[in-house]
Every structure is written in structure tokens, then in C-alpha cells.
């Protein structure tokens, strides 16, 4: 428990509207998005809400004097239990720094806060006709700061790539307490290490990051979106890396298998083939004359490899809706179990059609609904475990299943996270990815920043 001395400390530092104290407000702040039970024992000892970089340091300085955790948190909608705190830990909150500061037209940059919400971000840049690609499905409610700190991915992540190649520049406090500015505003820089790339995707362990640079592009003239409808999974997977292979590079190429197609189906009536055993949902963007014949070229692959009916959306209407579809397939899926345990593992695209059987020989093995979809175009799979918590045999076979997804898609060349991260839930098997050494020499680096282990201890770098 922090002492009466330290909690006054804090509120001075912040003003006491800034700070939360009561049980019932500590427990919004005791759990994020993934599947983690809430668990009264990891009860923060108080929630804070800085304003400013300044007021940020002094929090990590005093955490350091006096010898607290520090769980930093933008939305709490990570889904690996990476904004969950220790016990008696500050959670610091930074969605009140949430200004876009600059949009820097010329430059194609712009600098913002951590606390801004991503899809407010992107709208902004739209308006003076710019673009920043990365799309994950929580951007309504998620902030840049987590999206860094996750380096986030999303459907658009097979042609225009992830957070981390969008991110120039960070102004972070270190663990210790220093502020400072890493990398530049220039489109390329070799001036030291490349601190900026080892803070993206860091899940709040090495520092927390209080400004932002990006680089934007342009914003592509326009778009087009089909569906390719597969009566068989394979198939549809196999033809993800053909697209590739036949020279395309479509903007997005989703992979949802039958259980979801029904899901969402279920929850939005949007007219999805409930006959189809998978299909593939395509985007394309470029110049409008473009369109076409990318949408033809891409539709022609999907036929060759087993695809029997391609619908194109007629209008941006129509394609809006089969992307809000595929952006509430998780909320659909919850309608059907409790319990939804969403993995993340990654394989190289043309392995793909192996993991899939993977994941389905494990289910039946276990006797679980593990449901596909993914983003498929960059070799992202999430294969989602539907079970109850409240059943604690399918729990434990949910537990096996889940230790060897991870073997089996590590075992295809493939890694245990492409974008939500390590978090509490994947630290136990962090080492199978990286072997021992490889993980010693990330918890030297964790030692080296943050001797004291003060951000974020629970995530697996640290003891
Ligand atoms: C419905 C749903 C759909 C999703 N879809 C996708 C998707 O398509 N692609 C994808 O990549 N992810 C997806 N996610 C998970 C994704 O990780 C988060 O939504 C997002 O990146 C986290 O943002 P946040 O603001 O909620 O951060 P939080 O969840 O609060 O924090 C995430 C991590 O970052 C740290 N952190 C937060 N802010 C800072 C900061 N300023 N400085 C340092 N560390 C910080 C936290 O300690 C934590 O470890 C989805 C989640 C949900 C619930």
C-alpha cells in the first residue's frame, strides 16, 4: 500500500481532481480487454491522471524514491493483460493528454499526445486529404499511446505495414525519470541506436511515451471491396499467398472462417453466405482507373484457387458495412460462448493453409469451437477459443489448446504475437520464441533502463 505521505505527494504533483482513490473507482482500472479474470488482489493502490511530460517524471521519480509500480494505460483495451496492474501499483492514465498538436501538411508528419483516439486521429489527417494507415479493429475507443506501445496492426497491415513503421519520433520518460526525444522528424536517421523502434511495441516496460511523430501518406484517391466465397477453408487459404505470388498487393485481405461468417451473420443480418465454409474480404485502393483492374485480377486468382461466387460492394455504403461486419466479429462471437480467449500467432503467408489445420486438429483434440479469422494478407491468424470460465474442464483443455497453438505455429517458422503483445498472458511463453538467451538479453536491457522495475513489473521482462 503506498503510505499517507506518498498519496498526498502524488496529489500535490497533480491536484486532487486528478486522482482516484475510492474501491469502486481503483476496480475500473484493475483489468483490461483480454480474458484475464478480475482479480481483487491486483487492486491498484490509486489511479492518476498527469497532463503534461513534466508531471509524468515527477510521478516516476517519486515511484523510484519511494519504490512503487507504475502501470501506465491508455484505453485498457489491450487483449493480453498488458494494462493490468500489480498489486498496489498507480495505474497513470494518459488519456487527458489527448491534443493532436500539429499536422504538418508539407512534411506529410504530425506530432500528437498519447491519449488521442486513434480513428479521431485518422479523421483529422483525412480532412487535409492525408492518411495514416494503421487500422487496428479497436481504433473507436483505443489510444495512439497503446497503439505504440502495442505497435498495433490491422487490416490494412498487408499492404501499408504496422504502427512501427509509422512512428519517426517519440518523446518518452524513462523509467528513471528522464524525459527524452528519440529518433527525428526526417524520413530517415542513423544518429545512434534506434531507441524508437525498441520503445514501439515495449508494452509500457522501458518508458512512457508522451508525444508522438508519425509520418503520413497520401490519402489513396479511392477504394474498392470484395468478397471472394469459398466452400472450402483450405482453398481460401492457400489463394491468400497467390494473390501475393500473381503480383497484387491488395490493401486488406481478411480471412474469416464459418464460425464467425455465422456469428456476424447472426448479429447484423448483412446478407454473409451462410453456406460458405470461408471467405476472403478484399480491399483495394489506388487511382479510381486502377480499381478495376486490380478487383479483376485479384477475383480471377480467387476463382482459380476454388473461390465460387466474388461479390463486389457497389458503393463505399455497402463496403462500410462488411468492414464494421469484420470489426465486430468478436463481439458477435461472445453472443455465442462467454468466455472468447482470442490468440494472435503470426506464420509466414504461404503456411498459413498448415496452421489452420493445426488449430483445427488441436480443437478437436480438446473438444473446443476455435473459430479462424485473421488478417490473413500479412500471415496474422486469431484463432478464437469460444469457452465458459465458469466450466473449469474446458478451461484446462482451453489452457492445453492454447500452449500448442503456440508450439505448432512456432514450430511453422511463425511468432507468438504479430500485434496484442506478451502482456501477463503470453509471458510464461515468451521464451519458447526467443530461447533463454534471447530472452536474458531483453531483461538486460529491461534491468539496464529501469533498474528499480518499476514500469509495468507483471510483464514478463522483468523478474
Ligand atoms: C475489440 C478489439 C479489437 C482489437 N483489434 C485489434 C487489431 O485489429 N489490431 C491490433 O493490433 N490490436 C487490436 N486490439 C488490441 C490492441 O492492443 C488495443 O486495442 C490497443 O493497441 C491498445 O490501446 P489502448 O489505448 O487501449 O492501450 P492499453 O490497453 O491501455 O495499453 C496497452 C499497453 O500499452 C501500455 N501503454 C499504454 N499507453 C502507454 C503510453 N502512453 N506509454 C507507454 N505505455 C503505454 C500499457 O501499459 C499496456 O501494456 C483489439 C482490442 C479489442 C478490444
Known amino acids: 500500500m503506498l503510505n499517507t505521505e506518498t498519496r498526498q505527494a502524488l496529489i500535490r504533483i497533480l491536484g486532487p481532481e486528478h486522482v482516484l482513490e475510492t474501491p469502486e473507482d481503483l476496480l475500473c482500472y484493475a483489468y483490461d480487454a483480454s480474458p484475464i479474470p478480475m482479480d481483487p488482489s491486483r487492486m491498484p493502490s490509486l489511479v492518476v491522471f498527469p497532463g503534461s511530460a513534466e508531471e509524468v517524471s515527477q510521478i516516476v521519480l517519486l515511484a523510484n524514491e519511494k519504490g512503487f509500480a507504475i502501470c501506465p494505460r491508455g484505453a485498457g483495451s489491450n487483449v493480453s493483460g498488458g494494462s493490468i496492474p500489480d498489486r498496489d501499483a498507480v495505474v497513470m492514465v494518459l488519456s487527458r493528454m489527448n491534443r493532436i498538436l500539429t499536422i504538418d501538411q508539407l512534411n506529410m508528419t504530425a506530432d500528437l499526445e498519447?491519449?488521442?483516439?486513434?480513428?479521431?486521429?485518422?479523421?483529422?489527417?483525412?480532412?487535409?486529404?492525408?492518411?495514416?494507415?494503421?487500422?487496428?479493429?479497436?481504433?473507436?475507443?483505443?489510444?495512439?499511446?497503446?497503439?505504440?506501445?502495442?505497435?498495433?496492426?490491422?487490416?490494412?497491415?498487408?499492404?501499408?505495414?504496422?504502427?512501427?513503421?509509422?512512428?519517426?519520433?517519440?518523446?518518452?520518460?524513462?523509467?528513471?525519470?528522464?524525459?527524452?526525444?528519440?529518433?527525428?522528424?526526417?524520413?530517415?536517421?542513423?544518429?545512434?541506436?534506434?531507441?524508437?523502434?525498441?520503445?514501439?511495441?515495449?508494452?509500457?516496460?522501458?518508458?512512457?511515451?508522451?508525444?508522438?511523430?508519425?509520418?503520413?501518406?497520401?490519402?489513396?484517391?479511392a477504394k474498392k471491396t470484395l468478397m471472394a466465397i469459398f466452400p472450402d477453408l483450405e482453398k481460401a487459404s492457400e489463394t491468400v499467398a497467390r494473390i501475393f505470388t500473381g503480383g497484387m498487393v491488395p490493401t486488406t485481405l481478411e480471412l474469416l472462417d464459418k464460425t464467425f461468417i455465422n456469428a456476424i451473420e447472426d448479429y447484423r443480418q448483412i446478407g454473409l453466405p451462410r453456406d460458405?465454409?470461408?471467405?476472403?474480404?478484399?480491399?483495394?485502393?489506388?487511382?479510381?482507373?486502377?480499381?478495376?483492374?486490380?478487383?479483376?485480377?485479384?477475383?480471377?486468382?480467387?476463382?482459380?484457387?476454388?473461390?465460387?461466387?466474388?461479390?463486389?460492394?457497389?458503393?463505399?455504403?455497402?463496403?462500410?458495412?462488411?468492414?464494421?461486419?469484420?470489426?465486430?466479429?468478436?463481439?458477435?462471437?461472445?453472443?455465442?460462448?462467454?468466455?472468447?480467449?482470442?490468440?494472435?500467432?503470426?506464420?509466414?503467408?504461404?503456411?498459413?493453409?498448415?496452421?489452420?489445420?493445426?488449430?483445427?486438429?488441436?480443437?478437436?483434440?480438446?473438444r473446443l469451437t476455435i473459430g479462424v479469422l485473421g488478417h490473413a494478407g500479412d500471415g496474422n491468424l486469431h484463432p478464437t477459443i469460444l469457452a465458459d470460465e465458469r466450466d473449469p474442464d474446458e478451461m484446462r483443455r482451453v489452457e492445453l489448446a492454447v500452449e500448442e497453438i503456440f508450439r505448432a505455429l512456432l514450430a511453422l517458422?511463425?511468432?507468438?504475437?504479430?500485434?496484442?503483445?506478451?502482456?501477463?498472458?503470453?509471458?510464461?511463453?515468451?521464451?519458447?520464441?526467443?530461447?533463454?538467451?534471447?530472452?536474458?538479453?531483453?531483461?538486460?536491457?529491461?534491468?539496464?533502463?529501469?533498474?528499480?522495475?518499476?514500469?509495468?513489473?507483471?510483464?514478463?521482462?522483468?523478474?
Open 114 to 221: 498519447p491519449g488521442v483516439i486513434t480513428e479521431q486521429f485518422q479523421n483529422a489527417v483525412e480532412k487535409v486529404g492525408l492518411f495514416y494507415p494503421p487500422d487496428p479493429s479497436s481504433k473507436g475507443f483505443s489510444t495512439m499511446g497503446g497503439n505504440v506501445a502495442e505497435c498495433a496492426g490491422g487490416p490494412r497491415g498487408a499492404k501499408y505495414g504496422v504502427t512501427r513503421d509509422y512512428v519517426l519520433a517519440l518523446e518518452v520518460v524513462m523509467p528513471t525519470g528522464e524525459i527524452v526525444h528519440t529518433g527525428a522528424r526526417t524520413m530517415k536517421s542513423v544518429a545512434g541506436l534506434d531507441l524508437t523502434r525498441l520503445l514501439v511495441g515495449s508494452e509500457g516496460t522501458l518508458g512512457i511515451i508522451t508525444r508522438i511523430t508519425v509520418r503520413l501518406l497520401a490519402l489513396p484517391p
Open 276 to 366: 460458405a465454409e470461408a471467405i476472403l474480404l478484399i480491399e483495394v485502393d489506388g487511382e479510381a482507373e486502377s480499381l478495376d483492374r486490380q478487383a479483376d485480377r485479384i477475383a480471377e486468382i480467387c476463382r482459380q484457387h476454388g473461390a465460387t461466387r466474388i461479390q463486389v460492394a457497389k458503393d463505399a455504403a455497402e463496403a462500410e458495412e462488411l468492414w464494421i461486419a469484420r470489426r465486430s466479429a468478436f463481439a458477435s462471437v461472445s453472443r455465442i460462448k462467454p468466455s472468447i480467449i482470442g490468440e494472435d500467432a503470426t506464420v509466414p503467408r504461404a503456411a498459413i493453409p498448415q496452421a489452420i489445420r493445426e488449430v483445427q486438429a488441436i480443437a478437436a483434440r480438446h
Open 413 to 463: 517458422g511463425g511468432t507468438l504475437s504479430g500485434e496484442h503483445g506478451i502482456g501477463r498472458m503470453k509471458s510464461p511463453f515468451l521464451n519458447l520464441e526467443t530461447g533463454k538467451a534471447g530472452l536474458e538479453v531483453m531483461r538486460r536491457i529491461k534491468q539496464a533502463l529501469d533498474p528499480k522495475n518499476i514500469l509495468n513489473p507483471a510483464i514478463g521482462l522483468g523478474d
